[in-house]
Nanobody, 124 residues
Framework: QVQLVESGGGLVQAGGSLRLSCAASGGTFSRYGMGWFRQALGKERQFVAGISWSSGTTAYTDSVKGRFTISRDNAKNTVYLQMNSLKPEDTAVYYC?????????????????WGQGTQVTVSS
């Protein structure tokens, strides 16, 4: 059983930056693909970024390409989401997720474990 705890959310002005962290425990972190999803108020949860277990493959939703970067440190059992040039439309609860698949999954069903989420609010 893998436990995931997100941190780093908060309130930031448009154009600013935040770095989200997700600490994993209870499993062999290096064997899990990791993803970040987000859910805005009144909307469905959507894929933001994913990274393979070896960091060899990453994927992003189009709206964050060039602004967000996903990375991981297997020695620290942590995955990160660096978010730059934030926009009000990035406001959402951000969730970290872990997948036993070797591929980078873009869909919720690819992920078996989820964190509780961290709120990101971008003011205009």
């Amino acid at each position: 059983q893998v436990q995931l705890v997100e941190s780093g959310g908060g309130l930031v002005q448009a154009g600013g930056s935040l770095r989200l962290s997700c600490a994993a425990s209870g499993g062999t972190f290096s064997r899990y693909g990791m993803g970040w999803f987000r859910q805005a108020l009144g909307k469905e949860r959507q894929f933001v970024a994913g990274i393979s277990w070896s960091s060899g493959t990453t994927a992003y939703t189009d709206s964050v390409k060039g602004r967000f970067t996903i990375s991981r440190d297997n020695a620290k059992n942590t995955v990160y989401l660096q978010m730059n040039s934030l926009k009000p439309e990035d406001t959402a609860v951000y969730y970290c997720a872990a997948s036993r698949s070797a591929l980078v999954g873009r869909f919720e069903r690819a992920y078996e474990y989820w964190g509780q989420g961290t709120q990101v609010t971008v003011s205009s």
